[in-house]
Protein backbone atom coordinates (compact mmCIF):
# COMPACT_ATOMS: atom_id res chain seq x y z
CA UNK A 1 0.00 0.00 0.00
CA UNK A 2 1.59 3.65 -1.33
CA UNK A 3 1.19 6.31 0.75
CA UNK A 4 0.98 9.86 -0.68
CA UNK A 5 4.18 10.84 1.85
CA UNK A 6 5.97 8.54 -0.51
CA UNK A 7 4.36 10.48 -3.92
CA UNK A 8 4.45 13.96 -2.66
CA UNK A 9 5.75 17.02 -0.24
CA UNK A 10 2.97 19.13 0.72
CA UNK A 11 4.03 22.63 2.29
CA UNK A 12 1.17 23.08 4.93
CA UNK A 13 1.08 26.82 4.21
CA UNK A 14 1.59 27.13 0.40
CA UNK A 15 -0.29 23.89 -0.32
CA UNK A 16 2.45 23.47 -3.51
CA UNK A 17 2.80 20.22 -4.69
CA UNK A 18 6.48 19.03 -5.02
CA UNK A 19 6.63 15.65 -6.99
CA UNK A 20 9.04 13.42 -6.34
CA UNK A 21 12.07 12.57 -8.83
CA UNK A 22 11.55 9.99 -11.82
CA UNK A 23 14.06 7.37 -9.94
CA UNK A 24 12.03 7.81 -5.87
CA UNK A 25 8.94 7.19 -8.35
CA UNK A 26 10.42 4.33 -10.00
CA UNK A 27 10.72 2.58 -6.77
CA UNK A 28 7.25 2.72 -5.72
CA UNK A 29 4.84 -0.08 -6.18
CA UNK A 30 1.85 1.31 -7.72
CA UNK A 31 0.23 -0.94 -9.23
CA UNK A 32 -2.68 -2.49 -6.69
CA UNK A 33 -3.17 0.00 -3.72
CA UNK A 34 -2.98 3.78 -2.93
CA UNK A 35 -3.70 5.57 0.89
CA UNK A 36 -4.18 8.94 1.34
CA UNK A 37 -5.37 8.78 4.53
CA UNK A 38 -5.12 11.05 7.39
CA UNK A 39 -3.72 13.83 5.32
CA UNK A 40 -6.61 16.27 5.18
CA UNK A 41 -7.32 16.60 2.01
CA UNK A 42 -10.48 18.33 0.58
CA UNK A 43 -9.46 17.77 -3.34
CA UNK A 44 -7.55 15.42 -4.98
CA UNK A 45 -3.99 16.14 -5.82
CA UNK A 46 -3.75 16.96 -9.47
CA UNK A 47 -0.36 14.84 -9.28
CA UNK A 48 -1.67 11.98 -8.34
CA UNK A 49 -4.79 11.41 -10.46
CA UNK A 50 -2.54 12.19 -13.53
CA UNK A 51 0.83 9.94 -12.46
CA UNK A 52 -1.54 7.04 -11.22
CA UNK A 53 -5.38 7.10 -11.39
CA UNK A 54 -5.21 4.44 -13.96
CA UNK A 55 -2.82 1.99 -12.39
CA UNK A 56 -4.94 1.53 -8.82
CA UNK A 57 -7.60 -0.55 -7.64
CA UNK A 58 -7.92 0.04 -4.38
CA UNK A 59 -7.97 3.36 -3.02
CA UNK A 60 -7.91 4.73 0.86
CA UNK A 61 -9.15 8.43 1.33
CA UNK A 62 -10.51 7.73 4.50
CA UNK A 63 -9.91 10.27 7.58
CA UNK A 64 -9.85 13.53 5.24
CA UNK A 65 -12.31 16.15 4.35
CA UNK A 66 -13.92 14.78 1.11
CA UNK A 67 -17.84 15.78 0.66
CA UNK A 68 -18.89 16.32 -2.65
CA UNK A 69 -16.43 17.03 -4.38
CA UNK A 70 -15.66 13.42 -5.66
CA UNK A 71 -15.86 13.90 -9.41
CA UNK A 72 -12.20 12.95 -9.75
CA UNK A 73 -13.03 9.61 -8.59
CA UNK A 74 -14.18 8.65 -12.48
CA UNK A 75 -10.67 9.15 -13.72
CA UNK A 76 -9.45 5.92 -11.64
CA UNK A 77 -10.71 3.86 -14.30
CA UNK A 78 -9.54 0.43 -12.79
CA UNK A 79 -10.85 1.27 -9.26
CA UNK A 80 -12.55 -1.97 -7.97
CA UNK A 81 -12.66 -0.86 -3.79
CA UNK A 82 -12.97 2.78 -2.20
CA UNK A 83 -12.48 3.70 1.43
CA UNK A 84 -14.40 6.90 2.47
CA UNK A 85 -14.70 6.57 5.54
CA UNK A 86 -14.35 9.60 7.91
CA UNK A 87 -15.17 12.22 5.60
CA UNK A 88 -18.02 14.71 5.04
CA UNK A 89 -19.93 12.41 2.87
CA UNK A 90 -23.57 13.82 3.15
CA UNK A 91 -26.87 12.10 1.56
CA UNK A 92 -26.49 15.09 -1.15
CA UNK A 93 -23.35 13.43 -2.39
CA UNK A 94 -23.19 12.43 -6.19
CA UNK A 95 -20.91 10.05 -6.99
CA UNK A 96 -19.33 9.50 -10.83
CA UNK A 97 -20.57 6.17 -13.17
CA UNK A 98 -17.94 3.78 -11.60
CA UNK A 99 -19.22 0.18 -12.52
CA UNK A 100 -16.15 -1.36 -11.68
CA UNK A 101 -16.50 -0.97 -8.08
CA UNK A 102 -17.65 -3.61 -5.88
CA UNK A 103 -16.44 -2.41 -2.08
CA UNK A 104 -17.25 0.80 -0.86
CA UNK A 105 -16.92 1.77 2.42
CA UNK A 106 -18.43 5.45 3.57
CA UNK A 107 -18.66 4.17 7.75
CA UNK A 108 -18.84 7.56 10.09
CA UNK A 109 -19.95 10.31 7.12
CA UNK A 110 -22.95 12.69 7.72
CA UNK A 111 -25.36 11.24 5.17
CA UNK A 112 -28.76 11.40 7.49
CA UNK A 113 -31.29 10.50 5.00
CA UNK A 114 -31.23 7.25 3.21
CA UNK A 115 -33.67 8.80 -0.47
CA UNK A 116 -32.35 9.35 -2.48
CA UNK A 117 -29.33 8.61 -1.18
CA UNK A 118 -28.98 5.11 -1.94
CA UNK A 119 -31.00 5.06 -5.46
CA UNK A 120 -27.53 7.56 -6.34
CA UNK A 121 -25.67 5.27 -5.18
CA UNK A 122 -27.08 2.58 -7.20
CA UNK A 123 -26.93 4.17 -9.95
CA UNK A 124 -23.28 5.19 -9.55
CA UNK A 125 -21.95 1.92 -8.29
CA UNK A 126 -24.76 -0.61 -9.62
CA UNK A 127 -21.73 -3.61 -9.03
CA UNK A 128 -21.50 -3.27 -5.54
CA UNK A 129 -20.60 -6.63 -3.87
CA UNK A 130 -19.15 -5.21 -0.68
CA UNK A 131 -20.85 -1.61 1.00
CA UNK A 132 -20.87 -0.61 4.48
CA UNK A 133 -22.78 2.51 5.71
CA UNK A 134 -22.24 2.19 9.69
CA UNK A 135 -22.09 5.22 11.97
CA UNK A 136 -24.24 7.34 9.69
CA UNK A 137 -27.40 8.36 10.86
CA UNK A 138 -29.13 6.97 8.04
CA UNK A 139 -27.71 3.49 9.17
CA UNK A 140 -29.82 3.25 12.55
CA UNK A 141 -27.98 0.69 14.43
CA UNK A 142 -26.65 0.10 18.12
CA UNK A 143 -23.52 2.77 17.49
CA UNK A 144 -26.14 5.32 16.77
CA UNK A 145 -28.99 4.61 18.80
CA UNK A 146 -31.46 3.39 16.31
CA UNK A 147 -34.13 0.28 17.50
CA UNK A 148 -33.84 -3.24 16.25
CA UNK A 149 -36.42 -2.93 13.70
CA UNK A 150 -34.94 0.72 12.55
CA UNK A 151 -32.03 -1.40 11.67
CA UNK A 152 -34.09 -4.22 9.99
CA UNK A 153 -35.65 -1.87 7.71
CA UNK A 154 -33.25 -0.04 6.64
CA UNK A 155 -30.83 -3.53 5.91
CA UNK A 156 -33.44 -4.61 4.00
CA UNK A 157 -34.12 -1.46 1.52
CA UNK A 158 -30.41 -1.15 1.38
CA UNK A 159 -30.35 -5.01 -0.06
CA UNK A 160 -33.14 -4.38 -2.41
CA UNK A 161 -31.51 -2.09 -4.29
CA UNK A 162 -28.17 -3.88 -4.76
CA UNK A 163 -29.52 -6.75 -6.59
CA UNK A 164 -24.98 -8.12 -6.26
CA UNK A 165 -24.58 -7.25 -3.22
CA UNK A 166 -22.93 -10.04 -0.77
CA UNK A 167 -22.16 -8.03 2.29
CA UNK A 168 -23.29 -4.72 4.01
CA UNK A 169 -22.11 -3.49 7.09
CA UNK A 170 -20.78 -6.05 9.51
CA UNK A 171 -22.26 -9.21 8.10
CA UNK A 172 -22.91 -11.38 5.39
CA UNK A 173 -26.53 -11.08 3.72
CA UNK A 174 -28.79 -14.07 3.68
CA UNK A 175 -31.23 -15.69 1.11
CA UNK A 176 -33.85 -14.96 3.35
CA UNK A 177 -32.96 -11.39 3.64
CA UNK A 178 -32.76 -10.85 -0.14
CA UNK A 179 -36.27 -12.75 -0.30
CA UNK A 180 -37.65 -10.27 2.25
CA UNK A 181 -36.45 -7.14 0.85
CA UNK A 182 -37.62 -8.04 -2.56
CA UNK A 183 -40.94 -8.98 -1.02
CA UNK A 184 -41.34 -5.72 0.51
CA UNK A 185 -39.67 -3.04 -2.13
CA UNK A 186 -40.09 -4.53 -4.93
CA UNK A 187 -38.61 -1.81 -7.44
CA UNK A 188 -40.67 -0.14 -10.23
CA UNK A 189 -40.71 -1.53 -13.62
CA UNK A 190 -39.28 1.22 -15.73
CA UNK A 191 -36.11 1.02 -13.05
CA UNK A 192 -35.66 -2.59 -13.56
CA UNK A 193 -36.43 -2.13 -17.18
CA UNK A 194 -34.21 0.68 -17.67
CA UNK A 195 -30.85 -1.52 -17.10
CA UNK A 196 -31.24 -3.45 -20.21
CA UNK A 197 -33.28 -0.50 -22.44
CA UNK A 198 -32.64 2.84 -23.12
CA UNK A 199 -35.34 5.29 -21.77
CA UNK A 200 -36.26 8.50 -23.71
CA UNK A 201 -34.78 10.93 -21.15
CA UNK A 202 -38.46 13.01 -20.39
CA UNK A 203 -39.51 9.58 -19.48
CA UNK A 204 -36.35 9.18 -17.03
CA UNK A 205 -37.17 13.05 -15.29
CA UNK A 206 -40.84 12.22 -14.86
CA UNK A 207 -40.14 8.83 -13.13
CA UNK A 208 -37.75 10.09 -10.91
CA UNK A 209 -39.59 12.75 -9.81
CA UNK A 210 -42.60 10.46 -8.97
CA UNK A 211 -40.29 7.86 -7.63
CA UNK A 212 -39.03 10.29 -5.22
CA UNK A 213 -42.50 11.60 -4.10
CA UNK A 214 -43.66 7.69 -3.65
CA UNK A 215 -40.62 6.67 -1.41
CA UNK A 216 -40.88 10.39 0.84
CA UNK A 217 -44.76 9.33 0.92
CA UNK A 218 -45.15 5.93 1.06
CA UNK A 219 -42.11 4.11 1.85
CA UNK A 220 -41.76 5.13 5.69
CA UNK A 221 -45.22 3.46 6.41
CA UNK A 222 -44.27 0.53 4.61
CA UNK A 223 -40.98 0.18 6.46
CA UNK A 224 -43.34 -0.27 10.16
CA UNK A 225 -42.67 -4.41 10.37
CA UNK A 226 -44.85 -5.67 12.94
CA UNK A 227 -43.39 -6.55 16.53
CA UNK A 228 -44.00 -10.04 16.78
CA UNK A 229 -42.19 -10.56 13.19
CA UNK A 230 -39.80 -13.38 13.55
CA UNK A 231 -37.26 -12.51 10.82
CA UNK A 232 -33.87 -13.54 11.48
CA UNK A 233 -31.17 -11.07 10.40
Given at each position: ????????????????????????????????SLSLAFESLL??????????????????????????????????DNLTSLNLDH???????????????????????????????????????????????????????????????????????????????????????????????????????????????????????????????????????????????????
Amino acid sequence: MTSLGKLIFVNAHSRNLKSLSSEESANLDLTESLSLAFESLLHMPYDIIENYASTINTLDISHNKFSRNLQFLSEFDNLTSLNLDHNNIDAFTKFPYMPKLQLLWLNHNKIDELFPFVKNLYESFPNLRYLSLMGNKAAPSYLNGGSFYDYLQYRLVVISWFPRLVHLDDRLITSEQRIEATRLFRRPLLEQLSEHTPIPECIKVFHNRLSNFFIKSVIPDKLRMPKSSNFII
